[in-house]
């Protein structure tokens, strides 16, 4: 770690303490970034959130880690801090903008234009806030684009080290200088880190390393509910979003039911999609065997995983390049013993090989989907025996403690080894 005091060279520090960046914390539907916090925390790291708005689930934050909502970006004191920095280094500060400015995340909107120097003027306050502490933390964000651009500005500014996990981020921002000045950078797949070394134009970058993401496998043990006869219970977990298919699972669903079986599906989540959901669903008949039940908190989540007989995640891109890397909403199903279906979309099958740990359908296809859910269902057995392996897998592969283990042993390296990475 680095000590910084005005007109001395930085000085290492002994402890490392880790300010976790998040554009904002809780997010009902990234369980992990709290799962991980507390992880570090076990693992007996000191860690602070950062979360760059206030956060719109204003219930538990699900962490006893301390918890720093940064200013709005256009208040006095964030505007005070960025102009600081440019008359106390001013061509650090200045290069830092020319990059800002010159960078374009993949949608062009005029927003999208104004993200940039938004992260920039957050990054200078937590920069700023940063400094006159008497030891440099580290900065850790989740995701290439907003958090890991304060994170990568505050570290700029300051000498701090910060690293970052990226999810397959569809809008990144500014991925080849991130990957160049991190000091560890973490791909949720092998197939993120591909896409990322493509998008940063680069052949490799040593720091880039596949990290799965964990879960606490344990915590969705637990007996399952046992039935005899009645219809196949179809469950989908995840916010009502076009990357996630729902659409395409109605359409999948109305396509089995031709065929005189008996299914229910439960939808979890919310969004801005539910009232076309709800009018596809009519529009195709199956209005009755659907139950759109909202957001749900986790512990609801479990309850209907060991209900259900078939737990199903209809990924695929989204027209504006949205996509998922490898949803936690599969391993929490798999580790439940649910039988599950997904797609063959970026890091899906590193998880579920098709016909071994579930079934994989074309992304997007409502007809491949059909196929697959008609076949788990003709063959009940076949499917438990896939939930077994699958089972296997992700507590073999997809542990929290030991994906933890490993992430904070990364970032006691980067701390035992300091280094400004200016």
């Known amino acids: 770690m680095l000590l910084v005091m005005p ?3 930085p000085e290492r520090s002994p402890d490392l303490r880790i300010l976790y960046v998040c554009y904002e914390f809780p997010v009902l539907t990234q369980t992990f970034t709290v799962a991980e916090v507390e992880g570090l925390r076990e693992a007996g790291l000191t860690v602070e959130v950062i979360s760059c708005r206030q956060p719109r689930d204003q219930g538990t934050t699900g962490t006893t880690a301390p918890v720093r909502v ?24 200045s290069n830092l903008v020319l990059t800002i400015a010159t960078a374009r995340y993949r949608d062009q909107s005029f927003r999208c234009r104004l993200r940039g120097f938004t992260q920039f003027i957050w990054g200078a306050w937590l920069a700023r806030e940063i400094a006159r502490e008497p030891t440099l933390p580290h900065l850790h964000a989740q995701f290439i684009d907003a958090a890991s651009t304060v994170a990568f500005i505050a570290a700029r500014l300051t000498g ?11 809008n990144p921002y500014l991925p080849g200088p991130k990957l160049d000045h991190a000091a560890a950078f973490f791909s ?3 197939y993120d880190r591909r896409h990322l070394l493509d998008l940063a134009g680069r052949e490799d970058v040593p720091t880039l390393q596949v990290l799965y993401q964990g879960i606490d496998t344990a915590s969705f043990a637990g007996e399952r509910e046992v039935r005899d006869g009645g219809p196949t219970r179809i469950l989908t977990v995840s916010a009502l979003k076009e990357k996630k298919g729902q659409d395409v699972l109605l359409k999948a669903l109305a396509r089995v039911v031709e065929g005189d079986v008996d299914v229910r599906l439960t939808v979890v989540g919310d969004g801005p999609l539910l009232p076309d959901l709800e009018a596809l669903a009519e529009r195709l008949g199956v209005r009755n065997r659907v139950e759109f039940a909202g957001s749900e908190r986790p512990s609801s989540v479990s309850a209907r995983l060991r209900r259900a007989d078939i737990f199903v995640l209809a990924c695929r891109q989204a027209e504006n390049g949205d996509l998922d890397g490898i949803p936690i909403s599969l391993m929490e199903a798999m580790a439940a013993g649910v039988p599950v279906i997904s797609t063959r979309l ?6 579920i090989e098709d016909g071994e740990e579930g079934r994989l359908a074309e992304p997007g296809d409502p007809d491949s989907l059909a196929a697959a859910l008609q076949a788990a269902i003709a063959d009940p057995a076949g499917a438990r025996k896939m939930a077994a392996r699958a089972l296997e897998k992700v507590q073999r592969q997809h542990e929290r403690s030991v994906q933890v283990g490993a ?10 080894g300091g280094g400004d990475h200016p």
């Open 160 to 170: 701090a080290t910060f690293s970052v996990t990226n999810h397959t981020a569809y």
């Open 407 to 416: 992430f904070a042993r990364a970032l006691l390296e980067i701390g035992e």
């Open 188 to 190: 949720i797949s092998r």
């Open 70 to 93: 940064l200013p709005r970006p256009f208040s006095m004191a964030a505007l005070g801090a960025s102009l600081g920095f440019a008359i106390r280094r001013p061509l650090r500060t």
């Open 346 to 351: 970026s890091g899906i099958p590193e998880l």
């Open 7 to 9: 007109g001395r060279q």
